[in-house]
T-cell receptor, first 115, second 114 residues
């Protein structure tokens, strides 16, 4: 089982540019969530996708957008990059669970540096 | 809104000593609680979770946590620390019934000394 895979592992972008991060969920999982983890902080929820739709969104501007494909993989797009967007971006997958008790499995993350 | 507070951003223990990492939660509804571990330059790995089935939860690598409603706590313990336990530990809460997001604490960095 490959687990949750993210690409690329590291990325350097310039302010104002746009970036796309990719995630393949663990086999059997249909729900993908994205988190931003700034240095020395806990992860912050960006949004979650299920059935190719955004189901819940955290407190992030609409510069952050996403997409889920029919094979359940997902992309995170960030437009007009700011220095403050530098962080580790984590993808988590899970099985759809209305009650919310199902655990999420995390990928290794993509380290984004904005210069 | 549900949230967690981790007391102590850094904890240092000797190898073989008890590990105690503190987490207090705030939730208006019965919460689901999780402990994750993060090793340097890695993603998060689930240690254990509380979903109301039992108040004492056993996880991987010898860790366990006890849910105490009266104290709104979910502290993580391990009887004997190992050098390989050095990592960042995160407590997280998820609201049952409708919430899908995990709300994480700021983390506790565990240092294990020989």
């Amino acid at each position: 089982d490959a687990g949750v895979t993210q690409s690329p592992t590291h990325l350097i972008k310039t302010r104002g540019q746009q970036v796309t991060l990719r995630c393949s969920p663990k086999s059997g999982h249909d729900t993908v969530s994205w988190y931003q983890q700034a240095l020395g902080q806990g992860p912050q929820f960006i949004f979650q996708y299920y059935e190719e739709e955004e189901r819940q969104r955290g407190n992030f501007p609409d510069r952050f957008s996403g997409h889920q494909f029919p094979n359940y993989s997902s992309e995170l797009n960030v437009n007009a990059l700011l220095l403050g967007d530098s962080a580790l971006y984590l993808c988590a997958s899970s099985q759809r669970d209305i009650q919310g008790s199902t655990e999420a499995f995390f990928g290794q993350g993509t380290r984004l540096t904005v210069v | 809104a549900q949230s967690v507070t981790q007391l102590g951003s850094h904890v240092s223990v000797s190898e073989g000593a008890l590990v105690l990492l503190r987490c207090n939660y705030s939730s208006s509804v019965p919460p689901y609680l999780f402990w994750y571990v993060q090793y340097p330059n890695q993603g998060l790995q689930l240690l254990l979770k509380y979903t109301s089935a039992a108040t004492l939860v056993k996880g991987i690598n010898g860790f366990e946590a006890e849910f105490k409603k009266s104290e709104t706590s979910f502290h993580l313990t391990k009887p004997s620390a190992h050098m390989s336990d050095a990592a960042e530990y995160f407590c997280a809460v998820k609201q049952g019934n409708s919430g899908y997001a995990l709300n994480f604490g700021k983390g506790t960095s565990l240092l294990v000394t020989p």
